[in-house]
């Protein structure tokens, strides 16, 4: 199994739901993290990385980190000073269209978005609301341009998207699509070397469903022209995506290894849950289990059941840990203080 891991986070793309996963691997197996100088959730975000900002590290005793997942704007050769030469590096894409509308209510304050009335308004005028000089301005524009570091203002011709999909491919091993989360785990757990029971995952950070609505059309296109380059990069990745389940596993193939999959998150959630899925923020019993809320997104929790043995209740909590929770636990129990 691979534990050397760089995965970037793209921002509203299933991504915590990928970070547990790679935080109940590492805890599994006491490897280390890469974690924000004290703590933090975010490696000095929106700025690019820097192998300074990641706890632990200094330039003339450079250590290296098992895994790299937190919330960073990417830029390789500082990534590189951190982890071994022979990690893996993936991350995870998401349709442009339903990734803006995401963004719209998640960062509803953020200086593009707060005095927009709703997506559309801001859709029709973009440029009453967007100034690309604001320190915020990249969550209503390409995010996900932004977060593989190139300029999400940047203009929209053939050569400069080819140019960004190969430094994309040269930097990473595998791009998963959050539209198709279940292959994407298969994707991941083949290139990882993992077992199954390593990346079945329970979907965190997800919005409460009444916070949803079909986009009509007029706005879908909107979304696109606005968003274009990140269009131009998902599209591509979607199709190599598909490619490479063909080249590698073949659909029929994938079939068995998603059904697999999904009867064991569903045994995992009749052995560990209350109910048959996710609750209500207002909902979950143990505060502990409460996920950040921000925005105007209601963002989903579990409970996990009463009198459950110890081992199970154990990895049962693992996995449906919220981020925040979770990255704070293992701050503290990497960087515990030495008793002499």
């Given amino acids: 199994p691979k ?53 632990g590290f200094s330039p003339r005793n450079p250590r290296q980190f098992n895994i790299l997942c937190h919330h960073m704007r990417f830029l390789q050769p500082e990534v590189q000073k951190v982890v071994s030469r022979s990690a893996i590096y993936f991350s995870i894409l998401r349709n442009p269209v339903q990734l803006m509308e995401s963004s719209f209510m998640y960062y509803k304050a953020a200086s593009a978005f707060s005095r927009a009335h709703s997506l559309e308004e801001f859709l029709n005028q973009p440029y009453l609301y967007y100034n690309p000089a604001n320190g915020d301005s990249h969550y209503a524009r390409n995010l996900m341009t932004f977060d593989f570091g190139f ?8 050569k400069r998207v080819q140019l960004m999909v190969e430094a994309i491919e040269a ?12 292959e ?56 190599t995506f598909w490619e490479r389940i063909d080249r590698d596993i073949g659909r029929e193939r994938m079939q068995q290894e998603v059904k697999a999959l999904r009867e064991r998150r569903a045994e995992l959630a009749r052995t560990c849950l209350q109910g048959t899925g996710s609750v209500a923020p207002k909902d979950i019993k143990d505060s502990s289990l409460r996920p950040l809320q921000h925005g105007s997104a209601k963002i989903l929790g579990y409970n996990l059941k009463q009198g459950l043995d110890k081992e199970t209740e154990r990895m049962c909590r693992r996995l449906v840990t919220p981020e925040l929770q979770y990255s704070s636990a293992l701050y503290k129990k990497q960087f515990a203080p030495k008793h002499r």
Avoid at 10 to 31: P, Q
Avoid at 151 to 158: K, M
């Fill in 3 to 55: 534990r050397d891991i760089v995965f970037l986070k793209v921002h509203k793309s299933a991504s915590s739901t990928v970070m547990n996963i790679l935080f109940r691997f590492g805890e599994t197996h006491n490897l280390t993290f890469a974690f924000p100088i004290g703590g933090g959730n975010q490696l000095f975000y929106p700025h690019h990385f820097l192998a300074k900002f990641v706890q």
């Fill in 151 to 158: 300029n999400p203002n940047g203009e929209v011709s053939a």
């Fill in 171 to 182: 930097s990473f091993d595998l791009l998963l699509i959050s539209e198709y989360f279940d």
């Fill in 184 to 239: 994407s785990m298969v994707l991941l757990k083949e290139m990882l070397c993992w077992d199954l029971d390593s990346v079945v995952s329970f979907p965190l950070n997800s919005r409460d469903r009444s916070t949803k609505s079909p986009l009509p059309e007029t706005i879908v296109e909107k979304i696109k022209n606005w968003n274009r380059l990140d269009w131009e990069i998902y599209t591509h990745f979607n199709r």
